[in-house]
C-alpha cells in the first residue's frame, strides 16, 4: 500500500476475531482503530471534519482551528492540520494524559487546558468562549458537526459490512457519540434487525463530583434513537477486559476498548447462538502507560486510581 | 430489594448516604419510596413525571430509556444508579 501523504492512509483497519475471550456459541470481533496513523479512530474523524470545512469554504488557508478535545481528536486533527498547513489549538481537561500533551505539543499545536472537575464539559465551555470572542479561527465542533458520524457512516461501517456481512450487534464508546451513530445508522440501513450497543464508562466520584446538575451538555451528534441500549461500565471491569485482550488475545489496548468488549460479552446472551459481534477498539494503550492501569499490582486498587481519569 | 445509588451532588438531601436500600417493582415505585423517605430530592431527580435533565438512570448498568423508562422493572435488581450526565452521556429527559 502505498499514499501520496499520511491524510490518505487513515482507515481500512483490522477486523480481528478473539476466539479466547468470546463467550462459548459466539464469536467477537474487534475492529482495530489503533492501527491508524496517529493510532486511533479519530484519525477518521479529523480527516472528514478538515475535509468538509474546506469543501464548504468555511476554512482558508492559514486559518487557525480551535478544538475541545481530551486528545485523540486533537492528535488526529494535528496530524491533518500540520499536512494542510492549518495552524492548531486544543483545549482539554487539565487531567488528560502526559502522553496526548507531548504528542499534541510535538505535533505543533497549541494547548488550553480546562478544570478537570468539569471533564469534557469544560473543554466545550471554554473552546465556545474563546471562538466567540475570535472571529478568525475555525472551530469544527466535533460534538455537534455532521462530519463526525459521517466519518463512520461512510468508512468504518462499510469495512465492517465488507469483512463481516453477518454482524449482529455492535458496541462503541459513547464519547461525542459520532461512531454510534455513524456506524449504527449505516449497520441499521444493511440489516434492521443489527443491535447498536454503546458502552458507558462509569467515572469515580473525583469526575461527577462537583458537576452541576444544570449544566449537561448533550452532544448533537448523538443519535440516542439509534441505539437498543447504553450499559455503563466500570473502571474495574474495563480494566480487567482490557487485560485480559493483552493476556489471552495478544492485543494491547486502551481502556476504553476493555469497557466495550464487556458489553459485547454481556450482550451474546440476548442473540441467537452463533451470532457475531464486533466491538469497536478506539486505541492501544500506549497513550495511557503513565496513568498505571497496565501497571502490575492489585486491580481494584489501580481500577480505584483511574476513575478519576477520562480514560474514554 | 434494589439498593440506590446516590450521585456525591445529591447527597446532601440523603444526610450523605450513598446507597439507599429501597424496594419497589418499578423504577417509578422506588422512586417514590426514595421521595418519601427524603423529601428534598423530588425537585433534583424529577421533573413532573420524567427524569430530570441531565441525569441517568440505571438498573443493574442499563440505562432505562432503553428498558421502559420509568417503568423499567426492577424486583430482580441489585442496583438502581443515578449519575449525572457527562459529555456524550446525554439527558434522558433532553430526548423525550
Redesign the interface.
Known amino acids: 500500500m502505498i499514499f501520496g501523504d499520511i491524510s490518505q492512509a487513515i482507515g481500512r483497519t483490522p477486523l480481528v476475531g478473539l476466539p479466547s475471550l468470546s463467550p462459548k456459541g459466539y464469536m467477537l470481533y474487534l475492529k482495530l482503530e489503533g492501527q491508524n496513523p496517529t493510532g486511533s479512530v479519530k484519525d477518521r474523524v479529523a480527516k472528514y471534519l478538515i475535509d468538509e470545512a474546506e469543501r464548504l469554504g468555511l476554512l482558508t488557508k492559514g486559518q487557525r482551528v480551535l478544538e475541545p478535545t481530551s486528545g485523540n481528536t486533537g492528535i488526529g486533527l494535528a496530524a491533518i492540520c500540520t499536512v494542510k498547513g492549518y495552524p492548531l489549538t486544543c483545549v482539554m481537561p487539565e487531567n488528560t494524559s502526559d502522553e496526548r500533551k507531548q504528542l499534541l505539543t510535538m505535533f505543533g499545536a497549541e494547548l488550553v487546558f480546562s478544570p478537570a472537575t468539569e471533564g469534557s464539559n469544560g473543554s466545550v465551555r471554554l473552546a465556545r468562549e474563546m471562538a466567540a470572542k475570535d472571529p478568525d479561527v475555525y472551530m469544527p465542533f466535533q460534538y455537534g458537526n455532521a462530519a463526525n458520524a459521517l466519518a463512520h457512516y461512510e468508512t468504518t461501517a462499510p469495512e465492517i459490512i465488507a469483512d463481516l456481512p453477518n454482524v449482529a450487534a455492535f458496541v462503541a464508546g459513547l464519547g461525542t457519540g459520532g461512531t454510534v451513530t455513524g456506524v449504527g445508522r449505516r449497520l441499521k440501513a444493511w440489516n434492521p434487525n443489527v443491535k447498536i450497543l454503546a458502552a458507558e464508562p462509569e467515572y469515580g466520584d473525583l469526575v461527577y463530583g462537583l458537576r452541576n446538575l444544570d449544566e449537561g451538555y448533550i452532544p448533537e451528534v448523538l443519535d440516542l434513537d439509534v441505539l437498543d441500549s447504553r450499559i455503563k461500565v466500570d473502571s474495574l471491569r474495563a480494566l480487567e477486559w482490557t487485560r485480559r485482550l493483552a493476556s489471552e488475545e495478544g492485543i494491547f489496548a486502551g481502556v476504553s476498548t476493555g469497557a466495550s468488549l464487556a458489553v459485547a460479552a454481556r450482550v451474546c446472551k440476548r442473540l441467537p447462538v452463533g451470532s457475531e459481534v464486533v466491538a469497536l477498539s478506539p486505541d492501544g494503550g500506549w497513550k495511557y502507560l503513565s496513568t498505571g492501569a497496565y501497571a502490575p499490582g492489585d486491580i481494584k486498587e489501580i481500577a480505584t486510581a483511574i476513575s478519576g481519569t477520562l480514560w474514554a | 430489594m434494589p439498593v440506590v445509588r446516590i ?4 447527597r446532601k438531601h440523603t444526610d450523605g448516604e450513598a446507597k439507599v436500600a429501597i424496594d419497589g417493582a418499578s423504577v417509578r415505585d422506588v422512586f417514590a419510596g426514595l421521595i418519601a423517605k427524603h423529601p428534598d430530592l423530588a425537585e ?1 431527580l424529577l421533573d413532573g413525571d420524567t427524569v ?5 438512570v ?1 438498573v443493574d ?3 432505562i ?3 421502559g423508562g420509568l417503568d423499567a422493572p426492577c424486583s430482580d435488581t441489585e442496583e438502581i ?1 443515578i ?9 434522558f429527559q ?2 423525550r
Open positions: 450521585p456525591s451532588v445529591l433534583s430530570r435533565g441531565f441525569i441517568n440505571y448498568d442499563e440505562d430509556r432503553y428498558i444508579a449519575m449525572p450526565a457527562v459529555a456524550g452521556g446525554s439527558s433532553a430526548f
